[in-house]
């Protein structure tokens, strides 16, 4: 699949809002019929939208609709004719997953809002051995999280809303990861610390990103034209534990360095995320 | 001056603070002697420091000292003996600059800190046409700045404070731009607004910033060992004016794309910071 440029049916900066595909019913009366109250909150009370707006709906399975709406309610109830449908669009080639260990609330609300600006696929919240306690994730923090990456795939003009993964044991995101035809674990060359543990493999220096990524680049039978497929996984706040260095290295998941830097835990997944879309999209 | 990782005597994780150069007064009697009431209250009452404790002092003249302080005065008197000195490391070998257009104030900031994070050398606000009103710089912006650099660049083990310029206008940042070895601006390839003005060199699409980094370094007759000297220019949430970029293009400032995508005005220069590390250092 390579990488289209989002739809926007030649309006610029019309707002886009993903809603449920069930609420578009494009082929048989091209009626948008939904209730949501939140949605017609944020569109009455935050963005000022009235009847006779045009805006874009998505319905998260590739699919961009123009729509002219007619009705919004306080109580939720919104409908609007549909002008035209395309494919959204908005999407990159690459699949990349993040797995993320749980950070400060702040701070992991920022990685899904940047990844998702960034294209990010999916992300994977790890609960890491050295999560804060206060970093655990609950259902409230699962709703917010939804709802942080869908704006910000609207905002962004993504075609899909990346999806966010039921939160993972450090053990069984590397499970997960190990589908993936790449696997990589951001790790801070520098401190090697529970080197030893990891027997020889852990003594050689990390090698950089841009390495390995050139390499597999390089080995690749597909060569560029193929269809990217990466997992990266990142530490929390206090690092990733000598045992967990041990169970990644057992999935075949290889650390790869960011430089001579040192990278607060939510800084380094983005940077990653960047350097990953800018050497393998084109 | 090649890269260097940030020196730690050997201590990880020790605290490491900036400091005026004559505070520390190495040659002559291994002292500290300072007095830095925000630093003072930093030290007793945030990070619980008592005298005892070793910390790293930096002077931001690329030289770091291991301390034992002896005195933390609430009033702010610090003292201390040096242990050590050293070359204090943690710079990266390319030297870019980022002229950012004013932002709200908590996405500026987070620009100055993310990018301080990654390694960038100096930052310009820049005053540009669509700046919001509320985003101009004032003294208290300003010193909140520096605050947040300084502790960005401790917390990162870099070994100079990334100096902000003061406010530019966006033809005067263009100008001061225009001294950089390669001066780039980051423009959405997608809405090519304003392309009329830009005269023929606007209607070709946007060069991804990918192709626009490795043209310049296979031209470079230096090769990757010579150093990188960059500026990067972006825009407010509003975008850029159409005068704007043909002022860019008066200074042959390079407009260059990030891809298929709708970033942020304060995740571009971020995400493109990530990019042009990734691409230049080892």
């Known amino acids: 699949m390579p990488a289209m440029p989002p739809v926007g049916f030649g309006i610029p900066n019309t707002y886009r809002f993903f809603v449920p595909p069930d609420a578009i019913v494009g082929k048989t009366a091209d009626l948008?019929?939904?209730v949501d109250e939140e949605l017609a909150h944020r569109m009455l009370h935050v963005l000022r939208l009235r009847p006779g707006r045009r805006v874009v709906l998505l319905d998260n399975q590739g699919n961009a609709s123009l729509v002219?709406?007619?009705r919004i309610?306080?109580?939720g109830h919104i409908q609007g004719h549909v002008e035209q449908t395309a494919a959204a669009g908005g999407e990159l080639a690459t699949t990349l997953v993040l797995y993320v260990a749980l950070l400060q609330a702040d701070r992991f609300e920022w990685v899904l809002q940047k990844g998702t600006e960034l294209g990010v696929r999916a992300f994977g919240p790890v609960e890491s051995e050295r999560s804060l306690?206060?970093?655990r994730a609950d259902r409230n923090k699962q709703l917010r999280w939804q709802r942080i990456v869908c704006q910000a795939a609207e905002q962004s003009c993504r075609g899909r809303i990346p999806a966010i993964l039921e939160p993972l044991s450090f053990a069984a995101a590397c499970a997960r990861a190990a589908a993936a035809r790449l696997?990589?674990?951001l790790w801070e060359g520098a401190t090697l610390e529970g080197a030893g543990e990891m027997g020889e493999a852990g003594k050689q220096p990390t090698p950089s990103l841009r390495s390995v990524l050139r390499a597999a680049a390089a080995?690749?039978?597909?060569g560029r034209g193929d269809t990217w497929d990466l997992a990266v996984l990142s530490g929390p706040e206090g690092g990733l534990s000598p045992e967990e260095l041990t169970t990644a290295a057992?999935?075949?998941i290889i650390p790869v360095s960011l430089g001579p830097r040192l990278l607060r835990a939510e800084t380094a997944p983005i940077a990653a995320a960047a350097a990953i879309f800018y050497e393998l999209e084109e």
Chains 1, 2 share one sequence.
Do not use: D, M
């Open 250 to 252: 057992k999935y075949a």
């Open 68 to 70: 002219q709406l007619t």
């Open 133 to 135: 306690p206060s970093a």
């Open 32 to 34: 948008v019929n939904l």
């Open 73 to 75: 309610e306080r109580k």
């Open 183 to 185: 696997r990589l674990l």
């Open 219 to 222: 080995s690749s039978h597909a």
